[in-house]
């Protein structure tokens, strides 16, 4: 099983800064990425898929990047919106993994 | 509008059974790759199960032998069986799309499966 592990854990950003995620594979995962938010008492929402296309409807401020077994999500001026739990998943191999998951807070 | 609705959470005891339901709309499920997620509670993301369009199915090791992903074309649903349920199956069940069997968009609303005495 392929082991995801996000870093923060927490990150605490003043809106309108910049933050960025980081999401760490035990192996490769040649791009197999996504991105999920979510939000309290909400079902996840896809970001971001093969590490770095945002999926339909999300905002240019959200960007992916990454190869092998490092990989970034970036928001590059946070809106009051974007506070919530960020996980990335592995789709590399089943059984597909997330990480743990980083709680984007307002500073 | 792709969307999917969740049903079938609720109570059980140790060793008991539940069937969950998802039933979709806006896209057809027999063509689809489609999965079971699930959530402790405040905890991360545990992929269940998925069910290919051509019909081949893969499970978690913590669930292989006792639950059952299928679905009905006719009813445009997809179903997670459980059985032998233990109290660390307890958990927020979400069923989503598998988009060519790689990332997962939409996601259900959720379903609370609680397994207590």
């Known amino acids: 099983e392929i082991v995801m592990t996000q870093s923060p854990a927490t990150l605490s950003v003043s809106p309108g800064e910049r933050a960025t995620l980081s999401c760490r594979a035990s192996q490769s995962i040649s791009n197999n990425l996504a991105w999920y938010q979510q939000k309290p008492g909400q079902a996840p929402r896809l970001l971001i898929y093969?590490?770095?296309t945002r999926a339909t409807g999300i905002p240019a401020r959200f960007s992916g990047s990454g190869s092998g077994t490092e990989y970034t999500l970036t928001i590059s001026s946070l809106q009051s919106e974007d506070f919530a739990v960020y996980y990335c998943q592995q789709y590399n191999t089943w059984p597909y993994t997330f990480g743990q998951g980083t709680k984007l807070e307002i500073k | 509008e792709v969307q999917l609705v969740e049903s079938g959470g609720g109570l059980v005891q140790p060793g008991g059974s539940l069937r969950l339901s998802c039933v979709a709309s806006g896209f057809t499920v027999s063509s689809s790759y489609m999965t079971w997620v699930r959530q402790a509670p405040g905890k991360g993301l545990e992929c269940v199960s998925i069910?290919?369009?051509?019909?081949?199915?893969y499970y978690a090791d913590s669930v292989k032998g006792r639950f059952t992903i299928s679905r009905d074309n006719s009813k445009n649903t997809v179903y997670l069986q459980m059985n032998s349920l233990r109290a660390e199956d307890t958990n927020v069940y979400y069923c989503a799309r598998a988009i060519m069997g790689n990332w997962f968009d939409p996601w259900g609303q959720g379903a609370l499966v609680t397994v207590s005495s």
């Open positions: 093969g590490a770095s």
């Open positions: 069910i290919y369009s051509a019909g081949s199915t």
